[in-house]
T-cell receptor, first 115, second 113 residues
Framework: DVKVTQSSRYLVKRTGEKVFLECVQD?????MFWYRQDPGLGLRLIYF???????EKGDIPEGYSVSREKKERFSLILESASTNQTSMYLC??????????????FGPGTRLTVL | AQSVTQPDIHITVSEGASLELRCNYS??????LFWYVQSPGQGLQLLLK??????LVQGIKGFEAEFKRSQSSFNLRKPSVHWSDAAEYFC???????????FGTGTRLKVLA
């Protein structure tokens, strides 16, 4: 089974701190994604990466950056956390071949609270 | 503009009753369509997907969905709901050659015993 893991289930940080959210997938997927999920807004794409060291902005990239140095790992960085970044963050990876073609596999999520 | 609409924010059904969750999309290309389920505090799990072919798609946990191109819809159905189906359900649309998927805002299902 594909497994997508996220470094923390719950995280509490203070305003202005630099925050790292880590995501690891074990199925050699090329594509990886970071979403934030807020009530009534569904999932909104922050950044995605279609290959190692490649990244593209999603719909709401402001205040975030990403890093993908290895194929299995995709990190989301909040350079200076703010209270409006309190949210659930979901990582996903996507297969580009095989029986799971184009299916996104999600991690369990990180609920981040910024005080 | 590309969009996915799930018109029902909340739905409540009795256990054993049938279920239909609505999804309408607006998308320029031939769409890939997905339904995901999210249990409380968890990530999203794929229920089923449609790329092409038979417009009635069977998924896991007894769910099915029907693609109706003329109505731009991809509604999710289950003939008999179980209490464990209480969760939030998301419809999503993508396309061949694109990385980005568009998700609906979700429908939260409550099941009465």
């Amino acid at each position: 089974d594909v497994k997508v893991t996220q470094s923390s289930r719950y995280l509490v940080k203070r305003t202005g701190e630099k925050v790292f959210l880590e995501c690891v997938q074990d199925m050699d997927h090329e594509n990886m994604f970071w979403y934030r999920q807020d009530p009534g807004l569904g999932l909104r794409l922050i950044y995605f990466s279609y290959d190692v060291k490649m990244k593209e902005k999603g719909d709401i990239p402001e205040g975030y950056s990403v890093s993908r140095e290895k194929k299995e790992r995709f990190s989301l960085i909040l350079e200076s956390a703010s209270t409006n970044q309190t949210s659930m963050y979901l990582c996903a990876s996507k297969s580009t071949s095989g029986s799971s073609y184009n299916e996104q596999f999600f991690g369990p999520g990180t609920r981040l609270t910024v005080l | 503009a590309q969009s996915v609409t799930q018109p029902d924010i909340h739905i409540t059904v009795s256990e054993g009753a049938s279920l239909e969750l609505r999804c309408n999309y607006s998308y320029g290309a031939t769409p890939y369509l997905f339904w995901y389920v999210q249990s409380p505090g968890q990530g999203l799990q794929l229920l089923l997907k449609y790329f092409s072919g038979d417009t009635l798609v069977q998924g896991i946990k007894g769910f099915e969905a029907e693609f109706k191109r003329s109505q731009s819809s991809f509604n999710l159905r289950k003939p008999s709901v179980h209490w464990s189906d209480a969760a939030e359900y998301f419809c999503a649309v993508g396309a061949s050659g694109t990385y980005k998927y568009i998700f609906g805002t979700g429908t939260r299902l409550k099941v009465l015993a």
